[in-house]
């Protein structure tokens, strides 16, 4: 059987070349998917200030939350926390009880932002913040001393050589910190540098314990030295043990290195979400794309299947052929999309980096696993898509196949069409529960999120009866456009199937790409007009790396201010509830200070007082109050940034979450369990009578290296997660682009190839060539105008239903330039892929073309 689907693939590669490039670009995209995956699961670093331990202890970087499931199981689920867990320092003593055991290090740590002599600020390694930690955690690592000498006094610091060398200083030299006040002056006294010359990934500081102890660090970590003899894997299960506390972590081996560099864990959490979504994505496009291709394919081999059924071959041994020739195309197209998939996954990290979703140099898990899934998913999807496709051909009797081989099925069968119409009486069911209840934000989400679905399986279901539909509509206008219109309507008319098989997938392409784009461009217009019409403060001082703590009491003792506010932000963890369940849920959190909230932020509540705001108190945005089934005078249990449980009751619930935080809490609650305890920015109200306020801000703000003052928030800045998450939409979208291009580009080249004798035999009878050419432009209009009218229909109703959770109307963002875009991409496509072939065949002479063989 494998010779003979060999066979049929070299006498027919161009029939199997679409279907082929389909596999191919999706083993690529799976493969890329699952490197990711990987990566996000096994997400850690090379240890560097950990290097020399045998054992470290940290807090536990994660909480673990558990609910019911809907089945009424209780389901333990583990959310990454996003601040550094602080330890107490009594720990050390405990610690050092432990068998095998010889010395005990604590690792105290603090964030710093470093100008330079010139007062110019000087980031850290890949745009991150310096950390200061104190001189004798340096035993912990790998770090030496290369010039100068330690730390001996409270003004004195040692830097590492690669952030020396960007600050432009040597020992002897003077450099600026700022922590958590004004920046004070230290004279470099040494440089240190990582054992194997390379520069260390994060840049480090180092002050004598006694100076940092001034700065109120963190406890982050104990360093654990072994006896002579004692393994660390031993010693680790030991420390284990003898604490016996769940809210500790015990690391050792390649377990230093995720202690040491917890956003490498944090962004590989995020990273698996992505991958995991993309590839579902890709998955769920590229079965209908293969099942249209395949399809086609059966289709146009409708004869040779008939014949072979009338000489005696069993549905069976023609599944097995087919299977067999899947089989093989499936193998082929996924060992090939391997590399280009390898290729991917460093494009995707470096856009990802880009965007900030993981550090630069967030480090890539390969291992021959998510090759070897790539090209098993690969061979399963081709072994479906074409035992589904030719389900009709191999179960009908020979004499109906050779019937249905000489000319165009009547119509859709019967069980397609019952199929259909329940997908459609679902969608409408869908739509107008939507519209009707007044149902919170995520019940309107999900609605829309189902809607998409629905909509797409019954147009894959129904595209020969939606596509006639089009047809007779577009039929008509073509009849007044001359003979060739006449002709290129006489042909839609009697290939409907054929014109299916193009449209249909247009139409996928334009509805999926229209609804996740417009979806992006909705929510980012909402939160836009949201932070424009929140921002009730004149003036904003920020700065790259966050404000200093007592810049925000300066400006409150500005004689020209009314009401001023340091704005910290955060993340919180809560049990989120969706139609019935329960999952974790990371939702984003700011701090502002209670008595200042009002006249510097209008969070516009719907529902209590933002007034009564208090570090026992809580105010929630309706989407956080959708997702974690929350009304005001309710308790929210929310576990904040470092773990830390809290709970306090709900007072207000607020519209504005979007351009904002989901979560508002008491400014100083919220800064004592962030890893910085810095504000992200200062937001300034003036008082009535506010001469020369402007310039007294500026006065301040140049004290803090770095500082700016700002008229506004930056809208850019406040919603960069909310790009980052629209840039991998859009990328979702561009695969779905690509995918249509290879079924749409595959399935007219096809069918204007097929078409060969019926060019000859219009050229023979009279007709010119340029006439032939016309007929054909005007059925790729017929195609592009069904394909994007059908697929801009289908888009609009999910589109209003996010409009409506978002922002209360059912109008949403659609830019011009973007729709035309989609448009246009799929107009070019159909294009193309009827008028190059149609050009090329039309080179060959009439009387050659018309006796050549199917």
Known sequence: MFTLALQTLKARKGGFAGTFVALLLGAAVLSACGVLLESGI??????????????????????????????????????????????????????????????????????????????????????????????????????????????????????????????????GDEVRLMTTSVPRTYTVAGLVTLKDGRAPRQSVLFLSDAALRRLAPTVEAFGVLADAGTSPGRLADAIGAALHDDRLAVHAGDGRGRAEFLDVVVSGSNLMVLAAAIGGNVLLIAVFVLYATTSLSVRHRRREIALLRAIGTTPGQIRRMLAAEAAVSGAVAGLLGCPLGLLLVYWLRDRFAGHGIVPPDFPLALSPLPFLAAVLVTVLTALVAVLTAALRATRIRPTEALGEAAVEPAGLGRGRRITGGVLLTLAVGVFGTGLVQHADFFTLVGLANSLVLILVTATAVLGPLLSRAAIRLLAPLLDRTGVTGYLAAANTRANVGRLAGAITPLVLAVSFASTVVFTQTTALRESSDQVRSGLVADHVLTAPGGVSLDLAAKVKGLKQVK???????????????????????????????????????????????????????????????????????????????????????????????????????????????TTRKTDESVLVRSAPSAHGLTQALSGIAAAYPGTVLRDGLAVDDQLAEQRANAWVNYLVVGLIIAYTAITVVNTLAMATAARRREFALLRLSGTARRQVVGMMRRESAVVVLAGVGLGTLLSAFPLILVAVALGGSPWPAVPGLGYLAIAGATAVLATAGTMVPTRLLLRIRPVEAIGARE
């Open 563 to 673: 009401s001023a506010t340091g704005l910290v932000s955060s993340k919180v963890v809560a049990a989120g509830e969706l139609f019935g369940g329960q999952e974790a849920v990371s939702l984003g959190a700011q701090g502002v200070d209670p008595d200042a909230l009002g006249a510097t932020l209008d969070l516009h509540a719907r529902d209590g007082d933002l007034s009564a705001l208090s570090p026992r108190t809580v105010a929630i945005s309706t989407t956080a109050a959708s997702w974690l089934g929350l009304g005001v005078g309710d308790t929210a249990r929310l576990h904040l940034g470092d773990g830390t449980l809290f709970e306090g009751r709900v007072i207000a619930v607020y519209t504005r979450g979007f351009g904002f935080a989901d979560v508002t809490l008491d400014h100083d609650l919220l800064l004592a369990h």
């Open 42 to 171: 096994r997400a850690g670093s090379s240890a560097e200030r950990y290097a020399a331990a045998d054992v470290i202890v940290t807090g536990r970087q994660e909480v673990e939350l558990t609910f019911k499931d809907l089945d009424g199981s209780t389901v333990h689920e583990f959310q990454p926390l996003p601040e550094r867990v602080p330890l107490n320092a009594s720990l050390a003593g405990r610690l050092g009880q432990v068998d095998g055991v010889r010395k005990v290090i604590e690792d105290d740590g603090v964030t710093a932002r470093l100008a330079d002599a010139h007062g110019l600020p000087v980031p850290g390694r890949h745009g991150s913040a310096p950390q200061i930690h104190n001189w004798s955690g340096l035993r912990l690592g790998d770090f030496h001393l290369t010039r100068g000498h330690a730390p001996r006094t409270a003004q004195e610091v040692v830097l590492d050589s690669e952030l020396a060398g960007r600050a432009g200083v040597r020992p």
